[in-house]
């Protein structure tokens, strides 16, 4: 098949790689939900695996804990997010807040939360600094801080990550929104700053960032790796007690396990609906709101507070990160001392081996995968310009259907499908379903650009004789060097993150740093955690500092491109 046949078959190629192994991980789970499971020798349908499962009795809690975990750490990172940049967006501290956004989104989930831990835990390091001067304290204090029984500590930690995620995702949506013309106007009119964003701007900026929000409710409804070092255990969140169940030796409870994934499938699925209800019932309110007229005297105290619980979510991964650097080089380090009677780098010697082996194989993973979604996103994109494709909004839901569906809802069933059919586990695999969740944010963190470029260089090096490959390779690509390396520097991190579809695709024998560290958590290493944390967090941020070194040295000698 020659390029100019092959390059419009891309964009059904890249579907394929999302949808593909969703599709047949549902599946996969549908089948064992309903008692077949051929592997166990058992064969259905039944509905024994349902029943199994509303027999257990942690069931009304562990549902319980997914869905007000979800759906509070999405409304308060979205308030958090809204009300910042409606009463700060264009000034000095907003310009700050925006630059700490690349090293705050390059953190890990796993990362943040073993920071958050280690700093706010009864022996955590907040505690260390005011004790025992202003708390009297010589020992930690018996109190369930971290894994609380009601969800709260989870809740932050999901908090902390997504606020810089929505932050980021609202700020491209500004540019289209004609944002600083209708708050201008606003405020000639007599509306506060943040009265005058909220009824003039934010309808439209919430039109373009809906998915994303949409995918923050799925995955903090049904995220693992947090919910393992933040959440409670007894019992633990849904997603974490299938986990289990799928780990258990006894094939017969993956049974169990297929019916729990459908059920998480079901509340994800509602915790949407009720979302998309509640935007009505906003929308509706907020229509009433906009007639009245008010002029909104509070704005100043609610610009504050945003403003507040913005860098308070920004200074707690930061923090979060400075406590794993100080315990990775920590020896005796007692209570209540602020810092370890001595520094030492027998941790790195002690775990470098095992870290140094963990992050190859991340990298290997991580590299092929973001490599592999590049590739298919810029022909997909290129595509769609030489052949003058339309990308509509059903397009743009199909990119995000891979993040709204729980990983959960059909990893297990991948996993349940790829044993009945005899396929060895192993890195391969792994990468496959790498592939599912890295190409949606590589196409989304590239697409933009990519579609802004001035088609007019291209009309010029057409008028030079190129061809339209040599318009791509020499002309186009070139241009956008620094939009590729950040939408690979995009997909290295969420590949880097990706605990669960490494965990259970890889049925145990891949080990990453992600896999590796969240194993740390049972054990309370706290060292090894420190230098695990550490890996994992560098793993993913030095791409992204080598996206924004690379173009200002390779153009260094033509400014224009250095921004490209």
């Known amino acids: 098949m020659n390029r100019r046949r092959f390059l419009p078959v891309l964009p059904i190629l890249t579907l394929l790689a999302m949808l593909g192994p969703v599709a047949a991980g549902l599946w996969g789970t549908v089948l064992p939900a309903f008692g077949h499971l051929p592997a166990a020798g058992l064969a259905g349908p039944s509905l024994d695996p349902f029943r199994d499962l509303f027999d257990w009795a942690g069931l009304p809690r562990a549902v319980m804990l997914s869905l007000s975990t979800g759906v509070l750490a999405t409304g308060i990172s979205l308030a958090i997010v809204v009300l910042v940049t409606a009463g700060w967006s264009g000034t000095r501290p907003f310009r700050a807040l925006e630059r700490l956004l690349s090293p705050l989104l390059s953190v890990p989930h796993a990362a943040a939360a073993f920071g958050l831990a280690f700093l706010i835990a009864p022996s955590g390091w907040l505690s260390r600094l005011v004790s025992p001067g202003l708390t009297g304290w010589e020992r930690p204090p018996d109190i369930l801080i971290v894994q609380d029984s009601w969800g709260l500590t989870m809740t932050a930690g999901l908090i902390i990550k997504e606020v810089p995620f929505l ?26 700053r943040v009265t005058g964003w909220l009824k003039t701007v934010f309808p439209r900026v919430y039109a373009q960032i809906r998915p994303p929000v949409y995918v923050v409710l799925a995955y903090s409804m049904s995220v693992v790796d947090v919910a393992v070092i933040l959440g409670p255990n007894t019992p633990p969140p849904l997603s974490v007690q299938i986990v289990k169940w799928m780990s258990d030796p006894d094939l017969a409870m993956r049974l169990e396990a297929a019916a729990g994934a459908l059920l998480q499938l079901g509340l994800v699925v509602g915790a949407l ?81 095992g870290t140094l082996e963990a992050l190859g194989e991340t990298a290997l993973i991580a590299c092929t995968v973001a490599l592999v979604a590049l590739i298919l996103t810029i022909g997909c994109l290129e595509a769609e310009y030489r052949y003058g494709l339309s990308f509509s909004q059903r397009a743009v839901w199909l990119l995000y259907l891979p993040l709204l569906i729980p990983q959960t809802a059909f990893l297990p069933g991948l996993q349940t499908l790829m044993l009945n059919m005899g396929a060895d586990v192993g890195r391969l695999p792994v990468m496959l379903a790498h592939l599912v969740f890295v190409l949606p944010y590589v196409f989304l963190s590239l697409a933009d650009p990519f579609r802004a470029w001035d088609t007019r260089m291209g009309t010029i090096a057409a008028a030079l004789r190129a061809s339209p490959d040599g318009v791509l390779w020499r002309v186009r690509l070139p241009m956008l060097l620094r939009p590729i390396l950040t939408a690979l520097a995009v997909g290295l991190a969420v590949s880097v993150g990706q605990y669960l579809p490494t965990l259970l695709i890889g049925g145990g024998r891949v080990a990453t740093l992600t896999t590796e560290a969240v194993a740390l958590a049972s054990g309370g290493d706290r060292r090894a955690i420190g230098v695990y944390g550490l890996m994992q967090t560098g793993a993913a941020l030095v791409p992204f500092a080598l996206a924004l070194l690379l173009p200002a040295l390779i153009w260094r000698n033509r400014r224009g491109l250095r921004h490209g």
């Open 167 to 192: 932050l980021l995702i609202t700020l491209a949506a500004l540019g289209q929104a004609d944002a600083q013309r209708s708050t201008t106007i606003a405020q000639a009119l007599g509306y506060g």
């Open 273 to 353: 609906i009720f979302w998309r209800l509640g935007e009505v019932l906003v929308a509706s309110l907020g229509r009433r709101w906009i007639t009245k007229g008010s002029r909104g005297r509070l704005d100043p105290v609610v610009a504050q507070a945003a403003l507040v619980a913005g860098g308070i979510s920004a200074v707690t991964v930061l923090l979060g990160l400075v406590v794993l650097v100080i315990w990775s080089f920590a020896g005796f380090w007692g209570f209540p001392d602020a810092f370890p009677d001595g520094w030492t780098l027998r941790n790195w010697m002690r775990f470098g081996p």
